[in-house]
């Protein structure tokens, strides 16, 4: 039975790519720009149920966490919702925004290479890159663990969900979005009926 569960999960993580298209052909994989020296960065999400404070791992996710920052200094995240929520799983986000009840797709960049060899385990409020069934697809979604989910991790379905960052502050907020109720809306399951917008995301100073 848990087996299945798991592979449920899987499949819900994976149907929509957490919401994204099909991978591009071309793929990120060049290094950081900038080496990650002294404190990790810490971003601010201001959502409408409350402030999280995800500290990032730029020491074992470098292409990933510059790939994220790269959205959120562009202002990709601002206004964009959690579209799906999982309660004992996880609450995903970063892809679309809502207008008259319909959900637009937001463009991206192209895909960047799956870091999650050497990323940490897929714990309670770690932040980790959503993907299709392709390693290398991740673009701009992310979703939050609400509780540890090591089958998540390298090298378990397909090459695994690579994590970059964790909540340092907020995990509340986080506990808040996982216990509101859901439904299927616009072709997509586990919608939160009660919709969570990020208002905005942005570099602590």
């Known amino acids: 039975m848990k087996s299945f569960c798991k592979t449920a999960l899987i499949g819900f993580l994976t149907s929509f790519a957490l919401g994204q298209d099909a991978p591009k052909k071309t793929i990120e994989e060049e290094k950081p720009s900038k080496p990650a020296l002294g404190k990790e960065a810490t971003v601010i999400m201001s959502t409408s149920l409350g402030d999280v404070h995800i500290e ?101 379905n397909g090459g695994g969900y690579a994590t970059f960052g964790k909540v340092v502050k907020g995990i509340k907020v986080v506990d808040k979005m996982k216990s509101l109720k859901t439904a299927s809306k616009n072709g997509m399951a586990n919608v939160p009926t009660e919709s969570v917008t990020i208002k905005s995301m942005k570099r602590m100073k």
């Open 56 to 156: 990032l791992d730029s020491k074992n996710a470098p292409i990933t966490v510059e790939n994220f920052l790269k959205y959120v200094d562009a202002k990709h995240y601002d206004g964009t919702i959690f579209h799906r929520i999982i309660d004992n799983f996880m609450v995903q986000g970063g892809g679309f925004k809502e207008k008259d009840g319909s959900f637009r797709k937001q463009s991206t960049r192209p895909p960047i290479k799956n870091e999650s060899e050497k990323t940490p385990s897929n714990k309670r409020g770690t932040i980790a890159m959503a993907r299709t069934s392709a390693p290398n697809s991740a673009t701009a979604q992310f979703f939050i663990n609400v509780v540890d989910n090591p089958f998540l991790d390298y090298p378990n």
